[in-house]
Nanobody
Framework: QVHLAESGGGLVQAGGSLRLSCAASGRTFSIYAMGWFCQAPGKEREFVAA????????YYADSVKGRFTISRDNAKNTLYLQMNSLKRDDTAVYYC????????????????WGQGTQVTVSS
């Protein structure tokens, strides 16, 4: 079992940047593929980005391509999401998640979740 804890959220103006981190503890972090999801009030949890166990493969939602970058440092047991050119529509709670498979985009395919970190983008 792996435990996940997100950090780095906050309030930022449109056009600004944030970097989210997800610290993992418990089982070996490097065996898991990882993903980032977001959930705005009244909406379902949505896929943002995923990365395989080594960091050699990534996949992004169309809405964040070219703006967000997912990465991981297995030596530090940490997952990252660099968010640039933020828009008001990016406002949501962001969750990191782990799975034993690959670049999944559906929340039910992830077995482990963090508690989330709030990102608010103001105009």
């Amino acid at each position: 079992q792996v435990h996940l804890a997100e950090s780095g959220g906050g309030l930022v103006q449109a056009g600004g940047s944030l970097r989210l981190s997800c610290a993992a503890s418990g089982r070996t972090f490097s065996i898991y593929a990882m993903g980032w999801f977001c959930q705005a009030p009244g909406k379902e949890r949505e896929f943002v980005a995923a990365i395989n166990w080594s960091g050699g493969a990534t996949y992004y939602a169309d809405s964040v391509k070219g703006r967000f970058t997912i990465s991981r440092d297995n030596a530090k047991n940490t997952l990252y999401l660099q968010m640039n050119s933020l828009k008001r529509d990016d406002t949501a709670v962001y969750y990191c998640a782990a799975n034993h498979g690959g670049l999944y985009t559906v929340p039910r395919d992830y077995g482990y979740w963090g508690q989330g970190t709030q990102v608010t983008v103001s105009s």
